[in-house]
């Protein structure tokens, strides 16, 4: 496996320079942490002036999102992120560090609990879940300083994995701005709708439709009898 592998891509030219995070972010640093944040770094610091983020990605390694995270909140110029396809999981927590936020019409937003995978005894579980409660206080620092929302609320947008459209994003705090967007277009013309919706209430909704509702307490005729008076009126 190579270790210089990059989930990361700039582009340098007259308009300034650009970022294209594109795919899994990479868990490489687990096997090269020295490595490659420090070359991120130093493509970084080489850069001038303001620059531009895309993104389109389902998140990956929580641990090389924040330091993406924290490089770019810390570049000393304007950092303008675009999500043009999907900002998911860690990917999210990256689009935090926009001084500015634009989602195309067509993106999405998805939000959750850190994940991790542990063996052992009961004593290593309980270190893997009290690990990943200081993860997941960790991520909502990043969603509370540019949402403004409260850390219970994020933290229950989280536990039920919760997906935002462009306007809802915008809503939530946690986008600015549309992209392809006319700022003075009415509310009339506005087509797209604020949705956001959540992996737990699907599941809850679909589970509820799979089992069947317990019998009442009733005769044969009972029942009928209260279906026909239920279809008369």
């Not at 340098?12 to 868990?27: A, K, M, P």
């Not at 389109?56 to 950092?79: H, R, W």
């Not at 689009?95 to 994940?115: D, F, K, Q, R, Y």
């Not at 579980?125 to 991520?139: D, F, N, P």
Request: glycine share 6%.
């Amino acid at each position: 496996m190579s270790m210089n592998r990059k989930f990361w891509n700039w582009v340098r030219d007259d308009t300034g320079n650009t970022l294209y995070l594109n795919g899994q972010i990479s868990d490489e640093t687990w096997f090269g942490d020295e490595v490659t944040p420090r070359v991120f770094k130093e493509e970084l610091e080489s850069c001038q002036g303001d620059i531009t983020v895309w993104i389109n990605s389902p998140g990956g390694d929580v641990f090389a999102a924040a330091q993406i995270y924290n490089m770019l909140m810390d570049y000393k110029g304007d950092v303008t992120v675009k999500i043009d396809g999907l900002a998911a999981s860690a990917a999210s927590v990256i689009a935090m560090a926009g001084t500015e936020v634009l989602m195309s019409p067509v993106a999405m937003m998805m939000i959750h609990n850190p994940m991790t995978v542990a063996i052992g005894d009961s004593q290593e579980m309980q270190r893997a879940i009290e690990m990943l409660s200081e993860v997941k206080e960790s991520i909502i620092n990043a969603y509370e300083i540019k949402s403004g929302l409260s850390r219970a609320k994020i933290s229950r947008l989280m536990d039920a994995e919760s997906w935002f459209n462009a306007k809802k994003a915008i809503e939530m705090g946690f986008a600015d701005k549309m992209l392809f967007h006319d700022d003075n277009q009415t509310d009339h013309e506005e087509e797209l709708e604020a949705v956001m919706f959540s992996r737990t209430a699907v599941t809850n909704s679909l589970l509820l439709k799979l089992i069947p509702p317990k019998p009442e307490n009733k005769t044969p005729i009972e029942q009928l009898e209260k279906r026909l008076s239920l279809l008369a009126h």
